[in-house]
Nanobody, 128 residues
């Protein structure tokens, strides 16, 4: 069982930066591929980024590529999302998700339901 807790959200102006954290309050994420998703009011969940269990593979949605960076600290049982050059359209509740690492090649999954665990999220609001 893994419980994920996100933090680091807040209100920021356009062009600003935030660093989100996703910590496992129970269990270990060291053998899990981790992803970030976001959901804005009235919209569906949107895939943001993935980092493989060992940090060797990273993948980003086109909408955030070049502005967001995903990283992890397995010793600290935490995953991060560094967000820069923020835009009003980045406003959403951001949450992390965990999926046990595959036996074979790394596969990137883009839907929330493809993951086994996810947290409640942290709100990011970007003002114009």
């Amino acid at each position: 069982q893994v419980q994920l807790v996100e933090s680091g959200g807040g209100l920021v102006q356009t062009g600003g930066s935030l660093r989100l954290s996703c910590a496992a309050s129970e269990g270990s994420i060291n053998t899990y591929d981790m992803a970030w998703f976001r959901q804005a009011p009235g919209l569906e969940d949107e895939y943001v980024a993935t980092i493989s269990w060992n940090g060797g593979t990273k993948f980003y949605a086109d909408s955030v590529k070049g502005r967001f960076t995903v990283s992890r600290d397995n010793a600290g049982n935490t995953v991060f999302l560094q967000m820069s050059s923020l835009k009003p359209e980045d406003t959403a509740n951001y949450y992390c998700a965990a999926r046990r690492r595959p036996v074979g090649a790394v596969t990137v999954y883009f839907k929330k339901d493809d993951y086994e665990y996810w947290g409640q999220g942290t709100q990011v609001t970007v003002s114009s």
